[in-house]
């Protein structure tokens, strides 16, 4: 089972930034082989997606994102990254890391398919 740790949430104010970590451990499969992103869950909405890295390294954001948030990956820290500046009250949410051991297929991949972490808060007031 693999097993994700999400670290790295707070409270900043708007224009403030945050790097969120995603530890990822008990992987099966070569970490290159990995569909791996971050969503978040806004207060009483649903959950949707942040960024996504295939396994080419290519790399998706959603456009309320773009510009502002950069996914990335450390293979020998075994780590997922989301840096996040410019941050807005909208921002404000749990993040989720997860992954999923195939090459990403949209964003349906990791919700629908994916392995989770407990999630970290991130608050940013105005």
């Known amino acids: 089972q693999v097993h994700l740790v999400e670290s790295g949430g707070g409270s900043v104010q708007a224009g403030g930034s945050l790097r969120l970590s995603c530890q990822i451990s008990?992987?099966?499969?070569?970490?290159?082989?990995?569909?791996m992103g971050w969503f978040r869950q806004p207060p009483g909405q649903e959950r949707e997606g942040v960024a996504y890295?295939?396994?080419?390294?290519?790399?998706v954001y959603a456009d309320s994102v773009k510009g502002r948030f950069t996914i990335s990956k450390d293979r020998g820290k075994k780590t997922l990254y989301l840096e996040m500046n410019n941050l807005q009250p909208d921002d404000t949410g749990i993040y989720y890391c997860?992954?999923?051991?195939?090459?990403?297929?949209?964003?349906?991949?990791?919700?629908?398919?994916?392995?989770w972490g407990q999630g970290t808060q991130v608050t940013v007031s105005s």
């Open positions: 890295i295939d396994t080419d390294g290519s790399k």
């Open positions: 997860s992954v999923r051991g195939t090459y990403c297929l949209g964003w349906a991949t990791l919700r629908d398919l994916g392995y």
């Open positions: 008990n992987q099966p499969y070569d970490w290159s082989l990995y569909c």
